[in-house]
């Protein structure tokens, strides 16, 4: 059964940089698929972040993409999230997903929650 | 940029009825890249519909997905006390690639 669980402080301070990491168990990342990022700041809807195929090849939302950077460590079945310069608006509850290609996102994280605050 | 636009905002329902919740894309969607999400408080989204109309593993077959080009709809045929919560669709395109439609509230009546 494929599990995911995301990792990383949960307080960043406005215009320094929230990482975040997220552990696939079950699953092999190198056997396939993409691997995403989503959020969702506090009762809204959800945001496409990016997503990363284990070759590590990305898909960054345009709206992020110039403060957005999306890795993958085939070794420890990782995969990371860096979003630099981050403000209030950065605050949510942060979700790694399987990306079936685009299609759909059919394994979640529970999601951790980030606040950016001094 | 492809928006989707969901309606109603909050539908308000009691258990045993039918639902019905709408997805409207601004461009026209390949059925082959619409899904539905249902995401309870404090919960992870939970993947209901993919293709416009194939139900994921384990989803009760009371939750079924239409529609084509623009149009797209999620039908509850017999609403549950654990299907209230908030149903989210999404499309796959080419920028972004991945959007959502900013959800429809499911509450008991």
């Known amino acids: 059964q494929v599990q995911l669980q995301e990792s990383g402080p949960g307080l960043v301070k406005p215009s320094e940089t929230l990482s975040l990491t997220c552990t696939v168990s079950?699953?092999?990342?190198?056997?396939?698929?993409?691997w995403g990022w989503i959020r969702q700041p506090p009762g809204k809807g959800l945001e496409w972040i990016g997503s990363?195929?284990?070759?590590?090849?990305?898909y960054y939302n345009p709206s992020l993409k110039s403060r957005v950077t999306i890795s993958v460590d085939t070794s420890k079945n990782q995969f990371s999230l860096k979003l630099s310069s981050v403000t209030a608006a950065d605050t949510a509850v942060y979700y790694c997903?399987?990306?079936?290609?685009?299609?759909?996102?059919?394994?979640w994280g529970k999601g951790t929650t980030v606040t950016v605050s001094s | 940029e492809i928006v989707l636009t969901q309606s109603p905002g909050t539908l308000s329902l009691s258990p045993g009825e039918r639902a019905t919740l709408s997805c409207r894309a601004s461009?026209?969607?390949?059925?082959?890249?619409l899904a539905w999400y249902q995401q309870k408080p404090g919960q992870a989204p939970r993947l209901l519909i993919y293709?416009?109309?194939s139900r994921a593993t384990g989803i009760p077959d009371r939750f079924s997905g239409s529609g084509s080009g623009t149009d797209f709809t999620l039908t509850i045929s017999r609403l549950e006390p654990e299907d209230f919560a908030v149903y989210y669709c999404?499309?796959?395109?080419?920028?972004?690639?991945?959007?959502f439609g900013q959800g429809t509230r499911l509450e008991i009546k």
């Open positions: 997903a399987r990306d079936w290609f685009g299609e759909y996102m059919d394994v």
């Open positions: 079950g699953y092999s990342i190198s056997s396939g698929y993409y």
């Open positions: 990363i195929y284990h070759s590590g090849s990305t």
């Open positions: 461009q026209s969607v390949s059925s082959s890249y």
């Open positions: 293709g416009a109309s």
């Open positions: 999404q499309q796959y395109g080419s920028s972004p690639r991945i959007t």
